[in-house]
């Protein structure tokens, strides 16, 4: 099955447009300004000495990467000539200080000149990786080829370092990231040097330890416990995980390596069924930004980092050019709609790191006697920057590039993945074209053009529980759905259908096996997750109980312009003197929910995702 390319889709209108409307005209120069300000795109100029402000940092590249490679997919459907500048005058410094022999990166040439590949968690080749993926999706926007030049005279000296003279001081990357971009250098290149060094460091991880015994972290850590065709669970650094899964995935699709493939399945299984958040979220713990252990699945202390659940999301959309399986879909669809847009602001400028499903002050203020040995808890307000500032430029790309997640086809098939108003242009022939407000909508409108005697699938929603009706050409289609999919075979050359979703709100419990969310429910409509702010509530949110039966109104927010739900529920009061007592007593209480994704966008507050159940 083959994905869609973005530049062969346009989203039109709705939820998501208005998203990347924010992205290309706020978000972009948003993180420039932040990234300018603290020293990073001046870095490229390696002219930093010691006493000046705004030492380079060994992952800076990357970042700078992320944002190039972010505005050149907003370049590929908008004339914004500032940002292009900005682009090119980066280029430039690159260019003009690369070294004789392709080496390139703004710490090391600079800061620690002689220590080019020798600590594997340095981040050189995550940062390559980065440059290579900003390379090719500039080219493609705009047609010069001088980043990617650049690039390529690295990847040879990479080329010959590990797998010619075998001179680094390690054999694999510590942060991966680099295997996947080399599969998309091989598909620009057709070199086969390009997908032998991805295939190379797939091979070669797990396989003789690298990581030393007094060092800070395990091999876990770095997803080298194991040769990777025997790792059974995802393990480890949760990013560094989902993009050597994605490199892992790219390799199986171009090679056919079956053991690979078995691999990923495994692996994503064991995030679905074991370590995923509600939200999409991954990575429970602050330690290591790390899995942990099944159905931990803590809330006031989630990760959930912002570059895992976009890692999760390349995992997913790979998986799904393999198998007709909605879930991929439905994973994606996840992310995409409370964990992914949770990190960034509604208006654009400010990014989570961490992804919090729940919000409790007096929490992180127990220890008031020793402070410094509070637990580690997620920042409770979006920053504009970061130290380690990820997330914001990778939230860039991955909007700026959301077509790509819409729409796969095989020979004579189309699969409709996720429901954006949008136009998709399928083949040369094949037109597509979606109509919505979904997810506030469960109606899809969806037009086929030129497509007879194909095949359209369409992704039907777990959350649905097949609650949804399909008219085709107008009449009732009745067909059975396979693996997730409403198959409709197109008998004309147009085709006019609407799907209909129920997505009322309803509550959501967790299994059994994940102890923290005992006796408690999480309220959706359609994908999207809600949550309870204490701003729209009361002081204590664990005090309120929603009905197994609730009744609920609906509304819109005005200040935050969003969808919010009214749930009739209770609120425990308090029975009897003292802190312990043998009754209980309820009241009447009028419960406000705001989709998870608009959470922190007003005054500090408390929030709470799992609500407990009457």
């Known amino acids: 099955m083959k994905n869609i390319d973005f530049t062969n889709v346009n989203i039109t209108g709705g939820f998501w447009y208005n998203r990347q409307e924010i992205n290309a005209k706020t978000t972009a120069q948003a993180i420039y300004d932040k990234f300018s300000e603290t020293g990073r795109f001046d870095a490229l100029k390696h002219d930093w000495t010691n006493g000046m402000p705004n030492k380079p940092h060994i992952f800076w590249d990357s970042d700078i990467a992320k944002w190039i490679e972010g505005v050149a997919y907003i370049l590929e459907k908008n004339d914004m000539p500032d940002l292009e500048e900005i682009c090119d005058n980066a280029i430039d410094l690159i260019e003009k200080n690369q070294a004789d022999d392709g080496y390139f990166n703004s710490y090391f040439q600079v800061v620690e000149k002689d220590k080019r590949f020798t600590n594997r968690d340095w981040h050189e080749l995550y940062c390559l990786g980065h440059l290579i993926e900003a390379a090719l999706a500039y080219k493609h926007a705009t047609g010069k080829d001088k980043l990617l030049n650049c690039c390529l005279r690295y990847v040879d000296l990479v080329y010959r370092i590990f797998l010619v003279e075998d001179s680094a001081a390690f054999h694999t990357p510590g942060h991966e990231e680099i295997e996947l971009a080399l599969v998309k250098l091989w598909h620009e290149t057709h070199d086969a040097r390009h997908l032998e060094l991805a295939k190379h460091f797939i091979d ?223 083949d040369d022939e094949i037109l597509l074209s979606q109509k919505t407000d979904y997810p506030n909508n469960g109606r899809v409108e969806i037009i086929v053009k030129n497509a007879k005697n194909k095949t359209i699938n369409l992704r039907i929603p777990a ?30 050359d147009l085709t006019m259908i609407i799907l209909d979703f129920d997505v009322t709100p ?109």
Not at 359 to 374: D, F, G, K, M, Y
Not at 468 to 488: A, F, Q, R
Request: aromatic content about 12%.
């Open 463 to 492: 959350y649905t529980k097949n609650n949804y009706s399909v008219l085709v050409d107008g009449g009732k289609d009745t067909e059975e759905v396979e693996n997730g999919y409403h198959s409709i075979k197109c008998k004309s």
């Open 204 to 426: 070669k991880r797990g396989v003789q330890k690298e990581v030393p015994e007094d060092y800070w972290c395990n091999d876990a850590y770095f997803q080298s416990h194991l040769p990777v065709r025997e790792q059974k669970t995802a393990e480890g650094h949760s990013v560094r995980a989902v993009y050597l899964y994605s490199g892992m995935a790219d390799i199986a699709f171009e090679t056919g390596d079956k053991t690979l493939l078995d691999a990923c399945k495994v692996l994503l299984d064991d995030i679905i069924e074991h370590k995923l958040y509600i939200t999409g979220g991954i990575g429970q713990s602050s330690v290591g930004e790390a899995f942990t252990v099944p159905f931990d699945l803590p809330n006031s202390t989630a990760y959930t980092e912002t570059c895992a659940g976009i890692g999760l999301i390349y995992f997913a959309s790979r998986m799904q050019k393999f198998f007709v399986d909605s879930r991929y879909g439905d994973l994606i669809e996840r992310i995409l709609y409370n964990g992914l847009i949770s990190g960034v602001s509604l208006d654009g400028r400010a990014f989570f790191y961490e992804n919090p499903l729940e919000i409790l002050h007096a929490e992180r203020e127990r220890n008031v006697s020793v402070p410094r040995q509070n637990p580690r808890f997620p920042a409770t307000r979006r920053s504009e920057v970061f130290s380690c500032s990820c997330c914001p430029p990778n939230f860039l790309r991955l909007i700026a590039s959301l077509g790509n997640y819409i729409c796969s086809v095989d020979d004579d098939n189309i699969y409709l993945h996720q429901y954006i108003s949008s136009s998709i242009k399928v």
């Open 506 to 614: 309803k509550l959501n419990f967790s299994s059994p096996d994940v102890w923290g969310n005992a006796n408690t429910v999480a309220v959706t409509a359609g994908p999207v997750v809600y949550c309870a702010e204490s701003i729209d509530n009361v002081e204590n949110l664990h005090s309120l109980y929603i009905p197994e039966n609730f009744e609920y109104s609906l509304s819109t927010d005005e200040e935050l312009d969003v969808p919010t739900i009214q749930i009739n529920g209770k609120i425990s009061v308090k029975s009897f003197d003292g802190l312990y007592g043998q009754s209980r007593k309820f009241e009447d209480a009028l419960i406000r929910l705001i989709p998870y994704y608009a959470f922190a966008n007003r005054e500090e507050c408390d929030m709470l995702i799992w609500l407990n159940i009457l």
